[in-house]
């Protein structure tokens, strides 16, 4: 009868042990999975940042390059404005000459 009950204790033990190894396994599995996910999603984060700030990057591009072109914008139009006052001037001169050669004739 003792040789059973000691037997029946070890077998007891050695299915505790499993248990117990087997819930451990499985607690590490759960949190590798996690580790790996919350990795994850880090990277995801950061990859998300960088493409955030890329695209800043490249919106402050552009906005310097609308900037230069606004400028070139002006600086056309003041030489159209530079070019009409010329053109005016010289009609008013060609209209000036044209009133004084008829009145020598």
Known sequence: GKANLVEAHDTAVAATQRGYEAGMASAKT????AERAIEEAEQAE???AEQSMRAVAASGQWEARIAV???EMSELEKD???AQRALSA???DTTLAQ???KEQS
Request: glycine content about 0%.
């Open 80 to 82: 159209r404005d530079e």
């Open 46 to 48: 950061q990859a998300a």
């Open 90 to 92: 010289s009609i008013a």
């Open 30 to 33: 759960t949190t590798d999975n």
């Open 99 to 101: 009133a004084v050669l």
């Open 69 to 71: 072109l606004q400028r």
